[in-house]
């Protein structure tokens, strides 16, 4: 069964361009949720979504934003990039419900962003 | 809001030594308690969760997890330490409600031979 999938995994910036991160779910999955993983602030919720509709946000400005796909697949979305949004980026995806695996978030890799 | 805290940063054993990471937490209903792992360059990977049930949790790689309402607080233990075991390691804590799951800052392990 493959696992989270995040792209890319590495990408480099400069200040003020836009970057989108794309995440695929495991199969059967249909809540997506997102981290910034930066050194100091340890790992900060972003947003997480269920069936194409944000159930939760973060407190983070405006210029973060994401979506999910029919298909569940997610991205975000950062606009105008500053130093400070250089981190690792994590997707995860989890079951809803009451078995098991219900709200168990498995979690791809990463993208890491260097913003110059 | 639920919060979570991991009050240190860094945590040193000796190779076969009992090892404990701490973790407490702060929830307005019934906690959903969970631990992870992380390796250098690798997301994070679960270990073992409290949703209900006995208090002593067993998860993957010989960890366990003790609950204690009482202290709110979520140990994670393991009685004999592996080199392996080095890593970060980063409690999080939702309640039963469509909240977010929150994590604390992680407390390094390293197991030293």
């Known amino acids: 069964k493959a696992g989270v999938t995040q792209t890319p995994r590495y990408l480099i910036k400069t200040r003020g361009q836009q970057v989108t991160l794309s995440c695929s779910p495991i199969?059967?999955?249909?809540?997506v949720s997102w981290y910034q993983q930066t050194p100091g602030q340890g790992l900060q919720f972003l947003f997480e979504?269920?069936?194409?509709?944000?159930?939760n946000k973060g407190n983070f400005p405006g210029r973060f934003s994401g979506r999910q796909f029919s298909n569940s697949r997610s991205e975000m979305n950062v606009s105008t990039l500053e130093l400070g949004d250089s981190a690792l980026y994590l997707c995860?995806?989890?079951?809803?419900?009451?078995?098991?695996?219900?709200?168990?978030?498995?979690f791809g890799a990463g993208s890491r962003l260097t913003v110059l | 809001a639920q919060s979570v805290a991991q009050p240190e940063d860094q945590v040193n054993v000796a190779e076969g030594n009992p090892l404990t990471v701490k973790c407490t937490y702060s929830v307005s209903g019934n906690p959903y308690l969970f631990w992870y792992v992380q390796y250098p360059n690798r997301g994070l990977q679960f270990l073992l969760k409290y949703i209900t049930g006995d208090n002593l949790v067993k998860g993957s790689y010989g960890f366990e997890a003790e609950f204690n309402k009482s202290q709110t607080s979520f140990h994670l233990k393991k009685p004999s330490a592996l080199v392996s075991d080095s890593a970060l390691y980063f409690c999080?804590?939702?309640?039963?409600?469509?909240?977010?799951?929150?994590f604390g800052k992680g407390t390094r392990l390293s197991v030293i031979a």
């Open positions: 199969s059967g999955h249909r809540s």
């Open positions: 999080a804590v939702r309640d039963s409600g469509n909240t977010p799951l929150v």
């Open positions: 979504y269920f069936s194409e509709t944000q159930r």
């Open positions: 995860a995806s989890s079951l809803m419900g009451q078995g098991s695996g219900a709200n168990v978030l498995t």
